[in-house]
């Protein structure tokens, strides 16, 4: 599986941004899907990850009610759109996929397969 994140950018707090992930596999609508992010100087944290085969979304709390994950399983992209941004947003967001059999969906452990990161930075 390959994953190709794009969408990250500069915003001001309160403001929006939308970041992609297409992937490249034949069973993109069964993969757990999961988005991290990792900020200077600080270890790579879980954000968001949607179950295959379901509409199962699974959040962090500091992002909950603002971030929204989606896939889109004919264009084999999943999305995270990210409203009413904080600075402490500010990270590189990657993109994960798991073939791996188990539960802990916010672990980044449970995922095999890595996207290259994009920067989002969040200016106060």
């Known amino acids: 599986v390959q994953l190709q994140a794009s969408g990250g950018g500069l915003v001001q707090a309160g403001g929006s941004l939308r970041l992609s992930c297409a992937a490249s596999t034949r069973t993109f609508s069964t993969t757990l899907l999961g988005w991290f992010r990792q900020a200077p100087g600080k270890e790579r944290e879980f954000v968001a990850a949607?179950?295959?085969?379901?509409?199962?979304?699974y959040y962090a709390d500091s992002v909950k009610g603002r971030f929204t994950i989606s896939r889109d399983n004919a264009k084999n992209a999943v999305t995270l759109q990210m409203n009413s941004l904080e600075f402490g947003d500010t990270a590189v967001y990657y993109c994960?996929?798991?073939?791996?059999?188990?539960?802990?969906?916010?672990?980044?452990?449970?995922?095999?397969?890595w996207g290259q990161g994009t920067l989002v930075t969040v200016s106060s």
């Open positions: 994960a996929a798991s073939t791996l059999r188990g539960t802990r969906t916010q672990s980044a452990e449970r995922y095999n397969y």
């Open positions: 949607l179950v295959g085969n379901t509409n199962i979304a």
